[in-house]
């Protein structure tokens, strides 16, 4: 039997960007670029994601949250799609997904493979702890104005 899905694409994108990452809570898994596609097809919802890193331990917890969220606005039938190619990268942070990252006090990653200036006093004086952070996309920086260390979302 399929149950047939009376909404759209948009909604189901809006819905999903209320999901937060469950590693950084502040930006949602649409911001951060995990979800890929959303799609509607013979009364299916299908929705491709792409772990940030082949090994992202998040995964699970994503999947799970997509279909809770979806669930929980009368979508049975979920076609649930992992992409690892292209991989994913930092490029595909939303402008408002780094704007969050920032005012959360994470450095939002740069091209030049560092960040530009401190999240939290604004200060170009920074330098790098370690290339290891407190997840394996981020590394810990210092800010050598207010002495804050500070996580810095590697560029990917």
Not at 13 to 22: A, N, Q, S, V
Not at 60 to 76: R, W, Y
Not at 84 to 113: F, M, N, V
Request: charged share 25%; hydrophobic share 35%.
């Amino acid at each position: 039997m399929v149950v047939y899905c009376d909404t759209n694409t948009k909604q189901i994108w809006d819905w999903l960007d209320t999901i937060p990452d469950p590693e950084i809570p502040v930006i949602s898994i649409v911001d951060l670029g995990v979800v890929r596609d959303v799609d509607i097809e013979r009364g299916a919802v299908k929705v491709t994601i792409t772990p940030t890193y082949s090994g992202c331990p998040a995964m699970g917890v994503i999947a799970m949250d997509i279909d809770t969220e979806l669930a929980k606005h009368g979508i049975k039938n979920l076609e649930l799609k992992t992409q690892i190619s292209p991989a994913w990268t930092t490029d595909w942070l939303s402008e408002k997904g780094r704007s969050r990252l920032e005012r959360y006090g994470i450095a939002p990653p740069q091209a030049a493979g560092g960040p530009s200036r401190c999240p939290r006093c604004r200060s170009e004086k920074v330098e790098k702890i370690s290339q290891f952070g407190s997840t394996a996309c981020k590394a810990q920086w210092r800010c050598k104005e207010c002495l804050e260390p500070f996580d810095y979302f590697k560029c990917i």
